[in-house]
C-alpha cells in the first residue's frame, strides 16, 4: 500500500508542477487561452479576470504538486486535489462535447492536447489522485502545523513571483513558434509532400420543404422532385500547418513588407506593439529613442501594430516617427513577443534577441554591430537566474532545517 501511494503522489506531484509551471512561466499566454474560453461561452465580463486567474490557476498547481512531491500537509492536499481533478474532469468533459477552443491550454505551448485528449489525461489522473485521497490518513504528518502552513504557503508563493517576474520581462522558457534562434522563413516552409487538408463535398437538396444532405455517391440526381439547395465543404482531415503559417508585415496602403524585411542582410529592429492605445507610454518613448539610433546607424527599423488608423495617427502625432509603422496580426503580434511594447531584433530573418520594454538596451549602448548586446543580455539573465535559484533553495532548506 505504501508503495502504491508514494508512486501516486510522486506522479501526480509531477504532473502538476511540470503543468503549474509551464503555465506560470507564460502567465500572458494563459490569459489569452482564458480569455478564448469566456468569449466562446459569451462571458466576455469576465476577461479582465483573465490575467490574475491565469497566475493564481498556474500557482495553485504548482503548489498542489509541490506539496504532493515534498509531503507537506498531504491530508489537506489530497482534499485539493480532489476538488480540482473533479471540477476539471467534468469540466473538460464538456469542452470536448463542445469543443469551443480546439487547444485546451492545459500544458501551455509546451504540449498541444485536444480537448478529448486532455479528459482522457484527467481521467488517467484521477486514479492516483482517488488513491491519495483514500489513503490521506496513511500518510505521516512531519511538522508542526504551522511549519506545514508556511511551507505551503511558500510553495504558493514561488511560482506567484515567478509569473510575476516573467510578466515584467519575457517568459524563462520559451515554448512557441518565435523563440529566440529561431527562422522565421524556414518556419513557414510546407515540406513536400505533406499532408493536405481533405474535405468532403455535401450537398443540401429539398423536397417537399424537408432538406437533405447527400454525398456526391448519392444525390438525387435523376430525381427531379428534389431541388438543389447549396453545396458545402466540410472538413475531414486537417493537413499539415507549419509553424509559422500566419506571419505577415504590410503598410498602410496595404504594400507586403513581409519578404523583403525578412530577407534583409542588415540587422532589422522590429518594435512591437500589440495595441497602441494600451501600451507603456513609458516603453514607446524608450523603444523610439532606441529606435532613432539605430535608424540613425543605418539600420532598418519598422513599428509593428494591429492598432487601428485612428491610433496610430495619434502615436504619430505624439511620437513623431521616421520609420515605417506597419500593420500585423494582434494574436500574431502577442505569439511573437509578451510585451506591449516590446523590441525584436532580425538578421536575414533570424530573431536574434527579444526584449520587453523593460529590459531593451539604451540609445547609448547602442554600435553598429549589436550583438555585443545580445551577448551581455544573456549573461546578465544567466546570472540573474543563478542568484534566484541559490535564494530558493536557500529558503527552501533553511525551512526544512528549523522544522
Known amino acids: 500500500m505504501k508503495i502504491i501511494l508514494n508512486l501516486s503522489r510522486i506522479f501526480a506531484g509531477l504532473v502538476f508542477v511540470f503543468s503549474g509551471f509551464v503555465k506560470g512561466i507564460d502567465p500572458t499566454g494563459f490569459a489569452i487561452k482564458f480569455e478564448e474560453y469566456f468569449q466562446a461561452f459569451n462571458l466576455d465580463f469576465l476577461v479582465p479576470l483573465a ?21 507537506v500537509g498531504m491530508r489537506l492536499t489530497a482534499w485539493l486535489l480532489l476538488v480540482f481533478m473533479s471540477f476539471f474532469t467534468v469540466l473538460t468533459f464538456v469542452l470536448a462535447l463542445t469543443n469551443p477552443v480546439t487547444d485546451c491550454g492545459c500544458f501551455g505551448d509546451a504540449i498541444k492536447l485536444t480537448n478529448w485528449q486532455t ?160 501600451s507603456s507610454a513609458k516603453g514607446l518613448q524608450h523603444l523610439n529613442d532606441l529606435a532613432r539610433k539605430a535608424y540613425d546607424l543605418g539600420m532598418p527599423v519598422y513599428y509593428l501594430t494591429s492598432s487601428a488608423t485612428s491610433e496610430v495617427d495619434l502615436f504619430k502625432n505624439q511620437f513623431n516617427p521616421p520609420f515605417e509603422i506597419c500593420l500585423t496580426d ?48 544573456q549573461r546578465s539573465m544567466i546570472e540573474l537566474l543563478a542568484v534566484m535559484s541559490f535564494a530558493l533553495l536557500a529558503i527552501l532548506i533553511l525551512i526544512r532545517i528549523r522544522s
Open 51 to 71: 490575467l490574475p486567474l491565469a497566475v493564481l490557476l498556474s500557482a495553485a498547481e504548482f503548489m498542489i504538486g509541490l506539496n504532493l512531491l515534498t509531503r
Open 119 to 278: 479528459f482522457g489525461k484527467n481521467v488517467i489522473l484521477l486514479v492516483p489522485t482517488l488513491i491519495i485521497f483514500l489513503g490521506r490518513k496513511h500518510f505521516i504528518i512531519q511538522s508542526s502545523r504551522s511549519i506545514e502552513w508556511i511551507l505551503a504557503l511558500v510553495n504558493f508563493t514561488i511560482p506567484v513571483f515567478l509569473s510575476v517576474f516573467c510578466l515584467l520581462h519575457q517568459p524563462l522558457m520559451d515554448f512557441r513558434p518565435y523563440k529566440t534562434g529561431t527562422h522565421i522563413p524556414a518556419g513557414m516552409v510546407v515540406p513536400d509532400g505533406a499532408p493536405v487538408d481533405q474535405y468532403e463535398t455535401i450537398l443540401i437538396y429539398e423536397k417537399n420543404g424537408v432538406r437533405q444532405e447527400f454525398s456526391e455517391s448519392d444525390f438525387p440526381w435523376q430525381d427531379s422532385t428534389w431541388k438543389w439547395v447549396e453545396t458545402r465543404q466540410k472538413l475531414i482531415s486537417s493537413g499539415y500547418e507549419p509553424p509559422i503559417h500566419d506571419f505577415s508585415i504590410t503598410t498602410s496602403d496595404g504594400e507586403d513588407l513581409t519578404e523583403k524585411i525578412l530577407s534583409d542582410s542588415n540587422y532589422v529592429w522590429l518594435i512591437i506593439a500589440p495595441k497602441l492605445e494600451s
Open 330 to 377: 494582434e494574436t500574431t503580434l502577442k505569439t511573437i513577443i509578451r510585451a506591449n511594447p516590446g523590441l525584436l531584433l532580425l538578421h536575414k530573418g533570424t530573431i536574434l534577441a527579444k526584449w520587453n520594454h523593460r529590459d531593451a538596451p539604451v540609445s547609448d549602448d547602442l554600435q553598429n554591430n549589436p550583438l555585443s548586446l545580445i551577448l551581455n543580455k
